[in-house]
């Protein structure tokens, strides 16, 4: 084999690795608070020691069958938004990862709701604890193929299709309602939650033709609700 051939076999081969390295599903971990060090590098895997801090950074590197684990601590409030994973590999936010939740309920923007996924898909936000909100733990916002579960105190949708909502523990008071499905969405499952203390209904799911959208004028299809 010729030096020129080498160099191409070596060059070929680096460019395979890379985007092996691409392809594959990472796991990053997020501090209850601002750790020494920080994985900047785009080349570096962020480990559990090496915690990477739950930033637009970090937000936009996320692809297809990432997960975001947080450690036990108190988080401020955060938006998931343009994050988009497929139907094989979600992207998953996991909250109870270490030995108890983690609990989102710092506020210094004042913003209306906790976490909120906007204009996302096949996301997954489990294991959290919210308090004190001003309005809804969870708003899932023109997003679609969803899943929340494990403990949050309020949940809100809009205009969003394939939705998982199951084992959640939704606890008032509140004015309004616990889960509040709104503005239409089909292929929605809503189980296994409990509901407690809301002035509004536990569970209120509306097609609102009124909110303009083509194709939105109509009835849900194919909603399951069971919860306790």
Request: with cysteine.
């Amino acid at each position: 084999m010729s030096l020129v051939e080498l160099m191409k076999t070596i060059f070929f081969i680096f460019l395979f690795i890379s985007y092996t390295e691409q392809l594959s599903a990472q796991e990053y971990w997020v501090p209850s608070s601002q750790p020494t060090e920080v994985c900047t590098n785009i080349s570096w895997l962020c480990i559990k020691n090496n915690a990477y801090p739950l930033s637009n950074t970090l937000l936009k590197r996320l692809k297809a069958g990432d997960s975001v684990y947080f450690n036990k601590g108190v988080y401020p409030a955060f938006s998931i938004n343009n994050i988009h994973g497929t139907v094989d590999q979600p992207i998953t936010f996991n909250g109870s990862f270490s030995i108890g939740k983690a609990e989102v309920s710092v506020n210094p923007t004042k913003k209306k709701d906790i976490i909120e996924i906007k204009q996302s898909s096949h996301i997954i936000v489990t294991g959290f604890n919210m308090n004190s909100t001003p309005r809804v733990g969870i708003r899932v916002n023109n997003s679609h193929h969803t899943q929340i579960d494990n403990g949050v105190w309020g949940i809100f949708t809009n205009h969003s299709n394939n939705f998982i909502e199951t084992s959640n523990t939704i606890i008032g008071p509140a004015e309004q309602y616990g889960i509040y499905h709104s503005n239409c969405g089909d292929h929605v499952k809503i189980t296994s939650n409990y509901i407690q203390n809301f002035d509004g209904s536990g569970i209120h799911i509306n097609g609102d033709k009124s909110m303009g959208g083509k194709g939105r004028e109509r009835r849900w299809h194919n909603i399951e609700c069971r919860n306790i």
